[in-house]
């Protein structure tokens, strides 16, 4: 993880505070770079991603990669014919997923700012699934906020979505009670409606506080469950401290009512 947050020892890594940001964020404007996702399909997915920003939508995270597989490889119970949103989506990838397995409506979200949201209109434009039948729309959406414009897409806004995708969000602790209560207001009641929530704990010292999460989602109501533990053959960032094994674990759980 950049030096920035890897030497942040609590968990003020916010919305707000995301944007007060150290001087060498205003260096010039860095290219776009690009990564690439196969389906099972064999179909390539290729990914654009901003050049920098702040809020780390730069980067294509492990989290996001796994639990796209994840999906891929539970298509009928999980994604085709589901409505589903994505929250903090960086490149979209699981939600360009959801896509091509045949969900309903997707909603795939980021912080209302103009780079990431215009960079997630580009990936779907560019990765069209000539068959899909559905709808997939990219909106800016801040966590714990009405919920009234990312709902408008379905045909019963107050029903909610069947699936919710958190892919590598848990290391902003201050934000988990939001997280939690946009869970709460868009997740449909159901027992088949669950919130995956997939990460790795790329500061290790702090694992404990991303597990925080899901103590607040069973104090908020919902049933917690690990769904999945796999090791990536290497690290994202080779110069971080801590335990190398935790920092190539993706953890992933699933909340339901």
């Known amino acids: 993880m950049n030096p920035e947050i890897a030497e942040c020892e609590d968990e003020d890594i916010g919305y707000a505070s995301l944007f007060h940001v150290p001087a060498e964020y205003y260096l010039p404007k860095k290219n776009p770079t690009y990564a690439e996702y196969t389906l099972g399909s064999g179909k390539l997915l290729q990914l654009r991603l901003v050049g920098h920003n702040p809020l780390w939508g730069h980067l294509l995270w492990n989290a996001g990669k796994i639990l796209s597989k994840f999906l891929e490889e539970r298509v009928d119970g999980l994604v085709r014919g589901k409505d589903v949103l994505e929250l903090g989506a960086g490149a979209g990838l699981p939600s360009l997923v959801s896509v091509s397995q045949g969900a309903n409506q997707v909603v ?6 103009v780079d990431l949201i215009e960079n997630l209109k580009i990936n779907i434009s560019h990765n069209a699934i000539p068959s899909y039948n559905g709808d997939i729309h990219a909106m800016g959406y801040l966590w714990g906020a009405s919920p009234e414009a990312i709902t408008s897409p379905l045909q019963d806004t107050r029903a ?12 902003n602790h201050s934000e988990h009670r939001k997280l939690i209560s946009t869970v709460q207001q868009t997740l449909k ?13 790329y500061r290790p010292w702090l694992l404990e506080k991303d597990l925080a999460f899901f103590d607040l989602a069973k104090e908020a109501g919902f049933v917690v469950q690990k769904v999945l533990e796999t090791t990536m053959d290497k690290v994202m960032f080779d110069d971080d401290p801590g335990d190398e094994l935790l920092r190539r674990t993706v953890f992933g759980y699933e909340l339901k009512w």
């Open 189 to 201: 009641k159901g027992p088949d409606s669950r919130a995956l929530v997939f990460f790795t704990p």
């Open 108 to 113: 795939v979200t980021d912080y209302p700012d």
């Open 160 to 171: 909610g979505f069947d699936l919710l995708i958190l892919a590598d969000l848990l290391f």
